[in-house]
């Protein structure tokens, strides 16, 4: 007779969900291999009809091989991003010599496993685990029934049952976090704290507050946010005093009644003065010569500071720099570099070779995050920069701020694309050109400019007005008709539009 185990539990899981897989009960053949399905050429599967859970067949599969990749029983479906998904499959297994795990292959990247696997057992056991919400980029996902062979000595043979594959989004999800940061990074004395949170629901957010303690969280302040804008939502923390390091984290509560609590969050108060001032991480062949250069006030000891480099592929730390017994040089430049090959070091470590982006790297304070640069694109990597990632630069290349020092947290307006490398010297001017206007000489603007100066002598052409100028935030702070108008803008950085043509755009910076 057949051995056939009830499945009213698994009814009661998924009895609103729909399951996402075509043939989960492996009831369809096409030849030898379940239709819509697909396997390595590792295992070998045979349609059984004894041994099954539901349905009249189930999957007989035999491990045959000794390399681990190549033992995989999966179906490829498609998703939604940032969505949490329940994965589970009924499992016979035997054979005191293999065992089963499942995972999830996010496509185009990333990658989730269970840590539940078989165990050896006379009857069906159910292998199932919800996964974290997938990536902002998923588009599908390979459901994967993986074989492992569990042997004293590897010998790649191994047999189980396989039957009643439940693959779905799960019905009523709580919030996503996508990304939380603040601005700024490391604020000084009294001054007011922004905090963006980035929410994802498949309903609607009905409540939000954040959480903050000086020094410590035993009793919170709850705060509630003063705006949102599409799924981002904007908090104000007091300003504070210096020395006082603040904790916060935020709950949301959406319209099914389901919570999230993100990770605490925390920044020093007390501006250090101290960026991040040039980088070079990615040299020609192998990489030799590659340096960071931090900029601060002369004499200044870096006692309790570190450099930090962060995985743009999972947030893990892969590097570490101490600095605690060093000091900014008078000159204000203090050079981290590779090797003696870099000019005006002060101190060399192989540690300062950073990896090529999408990735990170951090200034830290009592392990305080002070500074932080990310540079490189993509939608799904792990950003701990401020604001907006830099661009990931070609070989040779270094990213370096101009003004030296200037610091509007957001890495994609502080740092330029420099070819020629300065450690320990100021950085190169920025000449910034637009030459998308046909037969017309282009711009050339020299970087900074005086708030007080009439635009003739930036852009003399009437050719190219009218111009817009926008702010770093994207929003247009006014419009010159023509060339004898003033500039009159506060400091900071700017992006002039030409003529209305929205590919012809320079970066000006504003002084006194």
């Known amino acids: 007779m057949k051995y056939f185990v009830g499945i009213i539990c698994c009814v009661q899981i998924f009895v609103s969900a729909q399951n996402l897989l075509q043939n989960p009960g492996f009831e369809d053949w096409t030849g030898s291999v379940p239709t819509s399905w697909n396997k390595d050429e590792g295992i070998r599967i045979y349609r059984e009809n004894y041994s099954v859970h539901g349905g009249n067949f189930s999957v007989r599969e035999s491990l045959i091989t000794q390399t681990q990749s190549d033992a995989d029983l999966y179906q490829t479906v498609a998703i939604y991003p940032n969505t949490y998904y329940r994965l589970s499959v009924w499992i016979w297994d035997g054979d005191s010599s293999g065992r089963i795990g499942i995972g999830i292959d996010w496509l185009p990247s990333g990658a989730e496993w269970s840590n539940t696997f078989s165990v050896d057992s006379a009857g069906w056991q159910q292998l199932a685990f919800t996964a974290e919400p997938s990536p902002p980029d998923a588009e599908s996902a390979s459901v994967i029934i993986r074989a492992y062979d569990s042997a004293a000595t590897w010998d790649g043979d191994a047999i ?12 009523m999800q709580p919030p996503v976090i996508v990304r939380m940061w603040h601005i700024p990074v490391n604020p000084a004395s009294g001054v007011t704290e922004s905090v963006y949170a980035q929410v994802n629901d498949d309903g609607s957010i009905v409540g939000d507050t954040l959480y903050y303690g000086v020094n410590d969280l035993i009793n919170p302040v709850k705060l509630p946010h003063v705006s949102m804008s599409n799924d981002t939502f904007t908090f104000h923390i007091p300003g504070q005093n210096t020395g006082d390091t603040i904790f916060y984290f935020i709950r949301c509560i959406d319209d099914d009644g389901l919570e999230t609590i993100s990770d605490t969050h925390v920044y020093y108060v007390g501006k250090f003065n101290i960026v991040i001032n040039e980088i070079l991480y990615d040299r020609q062949g192998t990489d030799e010569g590659c340096f960071i250069e931090l900029l601060g006030p002369g004499g200044f000891s870096l006692s309790n500071f570190s450099i930090v480099g962060v995985n ?3 947030g893990s730390e892969y590097t570490t720099i101490n600095l605690t017994t060093h000091s900014i040089p008078g000159d204000g430049f203090f050079v981290i570099a590779q090797d003696s090959s870099v000019i005006n070091y002060d101190i060399i470590t192989e540690e300062v ?14 392990n305080i995050t002070v500074d932080a640069l990310g540079y490189g694109q993509g939608s799904s990597w792990v950003f701990t920069g401020e604001w907006l990632p830099a661009p990931d630069v070609s070989e040779d290349h270094s990213l370096g701020r101009y003004p030296d020092g200037y610091d509007s947290d957001n ?3 502080d740092f330029n694309d420099y070819d020629s490398c300065t450690p320990g010297l100021p950085n190169p001017i920025v000449g910034l050109y637009t030459d998308t206007l046909s037969n017309r000489e282009p711009p050339f603007l020299t970087n900074p400019v005086h708030s007080g100066i009439n635009f003739s002598s930036l852009v003399k052409n009437e050719d190219f007005y009218p111009i817009s100028v926008y702010n770093t935030m994207g929003q247009i702070v006014t419009r010159i008709p023509k060339p004898d108008y003033v500039l009159g803008l506060p400091c900071g ?16 910076v504003v002084v006194k």
Request: aromatic share 16%.
């Open 493 to 508: 950085i700017y992006f002039l539009v030409m003529n209305n043509d929205g590919g012809s755009c320079a970066k000006i």
């Open 312 to 314: 743009g592929y999972n």
């Open 160 to 171: 189980f049952y396989i039957d009643d594959v439940y693959f779905s989004e799960v019905p």
């Open 411 to 413: 890495n994609l307006n």
């Open 353 to 366: 070779d950073l990896q090529n982006g999408p990735d990170n790297v951090e200034l830290r304070f009592h």
